[in-house]
Each structure stands twice: as structure tokens, then as C-alpha cells.
């Protein structure tokens, strides 16, 4: 089982640029998928990036694709998702997850970290 903790949340202005953390214990996270997901109030919780164990694959959501960046640090065991020019329509709690393959869907994550919150201000 991988534990796995959010930092990097926190209050920003729109255009303005934040970058979550996922530090990741347990001696498998290397081999895991890892995905970003977000829930803004009164939405579902919808996958915002996603990137294979190896790091060769990412995926990103429509409305983040060109300002977000998934990564990964093997060495630090440690996901990233840098997030430039900002809109307020991304505010929402952000939860790191892992799971076992690299997916698309919410359902393939069975790890999950307690969110940190981004709120984007106009």
C-alpha cells in the first residue's frame, strides 16, 4: 500500500501559477500510475492528469491541457502538477491517487492522498 500526502495548495490569483506535491511512502510507488484529480463544490471529482509508472505517458484534461504539468520524481518518490495561468474555474480540492495502471478512470485509483485546496481568485 502506498501513503500519499498534498502540499502546495493555497490561495493565487488568476494567471497566477501554484505547484502541488505528492510524496508518496511505501516500497512500491514506483511501479504505480499516478493521477491528479479535483472536486470543485457541488461537481464530481474529475481527473485532471495522470502519468505512468514509467513517467512515458501522461494524460491531460481539456481544460488544463497547455497550463498543467504532471511529474514525477523516482528519487524523492514525489508526483507533481505544475499549474500555470491559472482561472478561477480551477478552484477545487486537489487529491493525488495511485494505482496499480496507468488510467482515464476515477475507479483504477485505490490509493488516495487528503486533498489540499486551490482557490483561484478573479
Known amino acids: 500500500q502506498v501513503q500519499l500526502v498534498e502540499s502546495g495548495g493555497g490561495l493565487v490569483q488568476a494567471g497566477g501559477s501554484l505547484r502541488l506535491s505528492c510524496a508518496a511512502s511505501?516500497?512500491?510507488?514506483?511501479?504505480?500510475?499516478m493521477g491528479w484529480f479535483r472536486q470543485a463544490p457541488g461537481k464530481e471529482r474529475e481527473l485532471v492528469a495522470a502519468?505512468?509508472?514509467?513517467?512515458?505517458?501522461?494524460y491531460y484534461a481539456d481544460s488544463v491541457k497547455g497550463r498543467f504539468t504532471i511529474s514525477r520524481d523516482m528519487a524523492k518518490n514525489t508526483v507533481y502538477l505544475q499549474m500555470n495561468s491559472l482561472k478561477p474555474e480551477d478552484t477545487a480540492v486537489y487529491y493525488c491517487?495511485?494505482?496499480?495502471?496507468?488510467?482515464?478512470?476515477?475507479?483504477?485509483?485505490?490509493?488516495w492522498g487528503q486533498g489540499t485546496q486551490v482557490t483561484v481568485s478573479s
Open positions: 502519468i505512468s509508472w514509467t513517467g512515458g505517458n501522461t
Open positions: 511505501g516500497r512500491k510507488f514506483s511501479s504505480y500510475a
Open positions: 491517487a495511485a494505482g496499480p495502471r496507468y488510467s482515464v478512470y476515477t475507479d483504477d485509483y485505490d490509493c
